[in-house]
């Protein structure tokens, strides 16, 4: 089946099968390995992306699925960036030193993004509430969560 996608800005027609997920259209036909593939069952986060403007874990999303909607945009980990500048979600992750294997750092950052988009000023709840949906087995957490509000004051320094 052809599918019509918008992925960090860049158009694509894609002739897939309608059975494949979202992460293995992303990391198979566009070559965009920054979203992981964790457990391929939609608990751990790893391959979480911004769909239309909402955090989902890509592994679940069936290309079926996508069909139906009018238009479908899709930003990954890659399509942070600015050139070479980081976004400040991910600054803030280095800054806290919440990086380690980095295996489960793009689904976290990129549900963090999807939630400041529509709330700048999550509270701390709010914020740990959207991160139950990961896993790490690094961290330990608290280095995230101390990356997630470092990341909130980043993006409110001009409020």
Known sequence: MEIKLIVNGRK????????DSLLFI????LGLTG?????NQGHCGACTVILNGEAVKSCIVRVKNL???DEVKIITIEGLADNYSLHPIQQAFID???VQCGFCTPGYIMELYA???KNP?????????????HLCRCTGYRPILTAALRAKELLNQND
């Open 121 to 133: 000023h999550a509270s701390e709840q709010e914020i740990k509430s959207v991160l139950e949906g």
């Open 26 to 29: 992303l990391r198979e036909y």
């Open 115 to 117: 939630l400041y988009m």
């Open 12 to 19: 694509y027609t894609l002739d897939v099968d309608p059975k």
């Open 67 to 69: 069909t139906k909607k």
């Open 96 to 98: 806290a030193t919440a």
């Open 35 to 39: 979203t992981k593939n964790g457990c």
